[in-house]
């Protein structure tokens, strides 16, 4: 017979390693996995900002290998000064997505508010031993990356009129596109370790996998897939606030080989909406898993480094 078990701060999770989810054990077989996230449009669409706010949202779910249930929208709207048309796109976005993940919005709420946003509160559910953290990650284990980055660098572009269409095409689609294909192969491929790289940039969720993980990240900026336009607009100095501080914040954990630029660390650093996943995976398995991603994703994943022994600093950049 089993018994529900009431949960104590021991059976609670995530919190402590700055984990994509929290995490509620509900039985001996299976827990929660709860999160929420909502910002303010980065594309003039309302339409893909509210898929990209939504895709964003699930991804923390996925990072953790679990599969969603359902979500709750929360938005802010200047319900005098906006259409109304407007925020309907917004939520049409956001509902087109979680279809697309196969889970029903049950509800929400929206507050007026003189800037809008948008997001989701979102729930899954996993197998206890399928849990995949961020503090797990375990020395040789290949880093496996598998979306391009740069999308704050462009976002800015995007606001100072200078993308392309083509470049904001395609980065919307980056954006876009949901973890759940990549999330998949997780737990067949015996992955230690994996997050989602989103507003801290790549060096600072990595620099969280390795505090988590007591280990050293070693990677190398020509093994990054970039979005096109990413290094010219980062060498112009078109570089977001958040990308700045994450830099700043980050930089006395990474040792920088002396022929790195400084337009190449802050890319590195570069704030991300609903970025790839970050996967800390055993060697022998990393080849397999690559070849498995590639076939059903049209972003390459690959490989940017590894995970060493713990050095005297959290990430080697070469
Ligand atoms: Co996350
Ligand atoms: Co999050
Ligand atoms: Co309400």
């Not at 997780?186 to 994996?194: F, S, V």
């Amino acid at each position: 017979m089993s018994k529900l078990k009431i949960n104590t701060f021991k059976d609670t999770k995530g919190y402590e390693n700055f984990d994509d989810c929290g995490i509620y054990k509900l039985n001996n077989k299976q827990s929660i996995i709860q999160t929420v996230d909502f910002f303010t449009p980065i594309v003039d669409d309302p339409y893909f900002f509210g898929q990209i706010a939504a895709a964003n949202s699930l991804s923390d779910i996925y990072a953790m290998g679990g599969k969603p249930l359902f979500a709750l929208n929360i938005a802010a709207f200047p319900t005098e000064k906006l259409d109304l048309d407007i925020l309907s796109k917004i939520l049409e976005g956001g509902a087109d997505k979680c279809n697309e993940a196969n889970i029903p919005i049950l509800g929400g709420h929206t507050i007026k508010d003189d800037i809008p946003k948008y997001g989701l509160a979102v729930t899954g559910i996993i197998d206890n031993n399928k849990i995949i953290l961020n503090s797990t990650a375990k020395a040789d284990d290949d880093i496996i990356l598998t979306k391009p980055i740069g999308s704050g660098i462009i976002s800015t572009a995007i606001k100072k009129g200078l993308a392309s269409s083509k470049t904001i095409k395609s980065t919307i689609d980056i954006m876009n596109t949901l973890n759940e294909y990549a999330s998949d192969k997780m737990y067949k491929y015996k992955i230690n370790a994996c997050t989602d790289i989103t507003g801290y940039g790549l060096l600072g969720h990595l620099n969280e996998m390795c505090k988590g993980s007591k280990l050293t990240a070693k990677i190398s900026f020509e093994k990054v897939t970039l979005i096109d336009e990413v290094i010219t607009f980062a060498k112009k100095n078109i570089i977001p606030g958040g990308t700045k501080k994450n830099l700043d914040y980050n930089k006395k954990d990474v040792d920088f080989s002396d022929n790195y630029a400084e337009y190449q660390k802050y890319i590195l650093a570069d704030a991300q909406t609903s970025g790839g996943l970050l996967m800390s995976c055993p060697n022998e398995n990393s080849e397999i898993l690559i070849k498995s991603l590639n076939k059903i994703s049209k972003y390459k994943s690959r490989i940017i480094g590894k995970f060493i022994n713990k050095q005297n600093c959290n990430i080697i950049c070469n």
